[in-house]
């Protein structure tokens, strides 16, 4: 369970959001500029919220009140930018090892490939990133961050620098992982076509949650030309 | 207007081959007026066997200052945008604009027997002006804008995601740039190492008005260069010739260093 509730003003943007996810997946739309990266910025521990509280699976990872801010790196938390930051100077086992410095060696390795293998990535344990496709990186992306057993994912534009075909097929893929993970996920799109993966859908217009529920819900009732456009096209 | 192109051509060949004769000129000279003989003689000048290991000896030691708090500053400048980090970034700019022999009379003012911290440090005993650790604080002083501001461009450069997502796999900041931050910044610090330690090893102003000119102690290479002249232009020339050798080198360590300093990961996908 993910239990969000932060402010935070910065320039133009005045962000008050309100979002619980519970072993779900909510992806996470609205315009740019609306406050998406911003949120995920507060979230991951970047940027601290002006007032708040976030928790995670009963942690609390942030609270103004009670002066709770954890460090980023003690979050827990999995996270996949947009061009999926593969370490460019570590082969693919580097990069998905790095999160795993505590372990012994030989539990590095095991664990590392046991992901790799479950993302159908363990032919490219010898390559270093420059060597990937766009489809390959998300997959070691992926492997890394879940090699951590984080508690909460974060996905930001996981499809927006792929080509049509591998966007296709990849997001088949991810609507069979999170499946089987259960984390719960929050993916930050601006691609209707990615509503698919979602079990809830939550769009987020100048700094404010609008509206959020399944794409029927918004394709019935919708509370903005954003949303009526958004869950238009993602029939 | 063709004709126009083709004069204005002219004009860039003709300037491009002044200016390139007028830097080469030099080197030739140093290099095409020594007679073989000459120049082992030089070798064998008293002074350069001293100065040598002098100049080897404290400018490896002012670029490890150099580098070692250079990284520190850079870092923190690089990452943390604000006030702060401007006048810092503005005050390690600043020796690369003093000329050399006002930062000697600067240092001496600071550092000497009577100086702002010196006047201190002689009452515990401890006296730079005019030692080796004198030509130590010399080179550092006049070489750390070299490497610092190549260093800082470097870790500008970096992908800010790449250090986000080491956070997130449990890294903390001190192992997110020994891990990342450091490889990925590498190329650029190597050149900045390389340049900041050719600018120490050519020290001289500072050098001569804080450390002076003591044989064995605080005559340098280019020092050594100067007391051969008054005496005798070929040992001053052959002395000449091997720091041009230096620089040779390094000049190739730089061109092959220098374009690697844009790997993938460093620059594009910084955008």
């Known amino acids: 369970m993910l239990e969000i509730r932060v402010a935070r003003r910065i320039g133009p943007l005045d962000l008050r959001i309100d979002l619980s996810l519970d072993g779900e997946t909510v992806l996470l739309a609205g315009p ?31 609270d103004r009140e009670q002066e709770i801010d954890l460090a980023v790196e003690d979050r827990e938390l999995g996270y996949l930018p947009q061009d999926y930051a593969l370490f460019p100077h570590l082969d693919v086992i580097g990069n998905v090892t790095f999160g795993l410095a505590r372990l012994a060696r030989s539990e590095r390795l095991r664990r590392a490939s046991d992901w790799l293998a479950r993302l159908g990535a363990s032919h490219l344990a010898r390559r270093f990133p420059s060597a990937l496709s766009g489809g390959e990186r998300q997959r070691v992306g992926l492997a890394r961050a879940l090699a951590r057993n984080p508690r909460a994912l974060l996905l930001d534009e996981p499809f ?14 991810m609507r069979g992982w999170l499946r089987d993970w259960q984390l719960p996920a929050l993916i930050v799109s601006h691609d209707p076509a990615d509503a698919v993966l979602a079990d809830r859908i939550a769009i ?19 509370a903005s030309s954003f949303v009526s456009g958004f869950a238009g096209e993602s029939v | 207007m063709k004709a126009g192109v083709s004069a204005w051509d002219g004009v860039q060949l003709a300037g491009s081959a002044l200016m390139g004769a007028f830097l080469i000129l030099p ?65 390690a700019q600043l020796p690369a604009v003093i000329p050399p022999a006002v930062a000697g009379v600067g240092l001496l003012l600071a550092f000497g027997r009577r100086g702002l911290l010196g006047a201190w440090l002689d009452r515990h005993g401890i006296g730079l002006a005019f030692s080796t650790p004198a030509v130590i604080l ?3 002083f006049v070489s750390a804008p070299f490497f610092v501001q190549s260093a800082i461009a470097a870790f500008r450069r970096l992908d800010e995601n790449l250090l986000v997502v080491a956070r997130t796999l449990g890294a903390s900041p001190f192992r997110t740039f020994l891990r990342v931050g450091l490889p990925l910044a590498a190329p650029g610090l190597v050149a900045g190492a390389a340049m900041s330690w050719a600018r120490a090893v050519g020290e001289f102003g500072a050098t001569l008005l804080f450390a002076g000119n003591l044989t064995g102690r605080t005559q340098t290479m280019p020092l050594a260069v100067y007391t051969a002249m008054e005496s005798d232009l070929r040992a001053a020339q052959a002395l000449s010739l091997i720091l ?28």
């Open chain 2, 244 to 271: 041009v050798a230096v620089a040779f080198a390094l000049l190739f360590v730089l061109r092959r260093v220098a374009p690697a300093a844009m790997l993938p990961g460093t620059e594009a996908r910084g955008a």
């Open chain 1, 32 to 62: 740019n500029g609306a406050g998406k990266t911003t949120l995920l910025r507060l979230l991951l521990g970047v940027l601290a919220p002006d007032e708040g509280r976030i928790a995670l699976g009963g942690r609390v990872l942030f």
């Open chain 1, 160 to 173: 927006a620098s792929l080509d049509q075909v591998a966007r296709r097929e990849l997001r088949v893929s």
């Open chain 2, 138 to 140: 010399a080179e550092a």
């Open chain 1, 204 to 222: 987020v217009e100048r700094g404010r949650l609008i509206q959020q529920g399944t794409l029927d819900e918004l394709q019935k009732a919708a």
């Open chain 2, 27 to 91: 080197v030739l000279g140093l290099v095409a007026t020594l007679s073989w003989e000459d120049f082992l003689g030089g070798l064998r000048n008293p002074l350069l066997g001293p100065a040598l290991r002098l100049s080897l000896f404290t400018t490896s030691s002012s670029l490890a200052l150099v580098v070692v708090f250079g990284l520190l500053l850079a870092w923190r400048v690089a990452r943390n945008p604000g006030r702060a980090s401007r006048v810092l970034e503005a005050i």
